[in-house]
């Protein structure tokens, strides 16, 4: 836990009890007040990217939280240069969350951490340039971005990497890779699995039979 703040706290409202001892009045809203004031765990590593992956971080901050560790996220971004951090830091800033927005800056977090390898924030930024969110559109810039995030294994750029081959991205070389990545998911939800089927298939029917054979052999080892 980042106890850190609630310490200073308490230290200056001990200073100003001890200072005004006379009022029995004051002394007990101080004694209320601490013992109604409770420390925000600052997020593990694991769980803030289960968040991202999610797309929860911003709600968690914003409404769980109530942006009380906004100078803890800020510090772990901007000075330890944690990628999950500099991620999180990078969204608030872009989007105005507990923090007055600067998209500029905002997004060049993102891509600390896209720099860093991480992939919901190369993910991001290729959907981004994709879509013209923020930035200009530049649909050349956003494809390796996305191929580079779903090449990391990360599902989401997967099913989106797959969709922008067959809205015509990329090129008919990539169609094997990622076909085989579809085919690789494992998922308990019934969508994400018809979504996959959806997907590869429309890359098979891009690809000559006996290649589309030939990767249906490979999934068997």
């Known amino acids: 836990m980042n106890y850190f703040p609630l310490l200073l706290l308490c230290s200056a ?7 005004a001892p006379s009022d029995a009045g004051q002394a007990a809203a101080v004694a209320q007040a601490l013992d109604g004031l409770e420390a925000v765990p600052l997020y593990e590593e694991d769980e803030l990217i289960a968040l991202i992956n999610d797309n929860r971080h911003l709600q968690r901050v914003r ?44 997004l060049q977090m993102m891509w600390a951490a896209a720099r860093q390898g991480m992939p919901a924030a190369l993910e991001q930024l290729g959907r981004y340039y994709y879509e013209g969110t923020l ?24 099913f989106t990497w797959a969709a ?29 699995y018809r979504e996959a089927e959806r997907l590869s298939q429309g890359l098979a029917k891009r690809m000559p039979p006996h290649k589309v054979k030939e990767l249906n052999h490979q999934l068997l080892y």
């Open 164 to 192: 922008w081959l067959l809205a015509g991205a990329g090129s008919p070389l990539d169609y094997p890779q990622a076909y085989l990545w579809l085919k690789q998911t494992v998922t308990d939800d019934k969508r994400k």
């Open 63 to 106: 409404d769980q939280d109530d942006c009380q560790l906004t100078q803890d996220i800020e510090a772990r971004a901007e000075v330890l240069r944690l990628p999950s951090y500099q991620f999180l830091w990078g969204d608030m800033l872009a989007w105005g969350i507990c923090v007055p927005a600067e998209p500029r800056r905002g």
């Open 13 to 19: 409202l001990s200073v100003w009890a001890t200072e």
């Open 135 to 158: 930035v200009q559109q530049n649909r050349e810039r956003a494809v390796p971005l996305m191929q580079e995030a779903a090449s990391l294994g990360f599902e989401k750029a997967r």
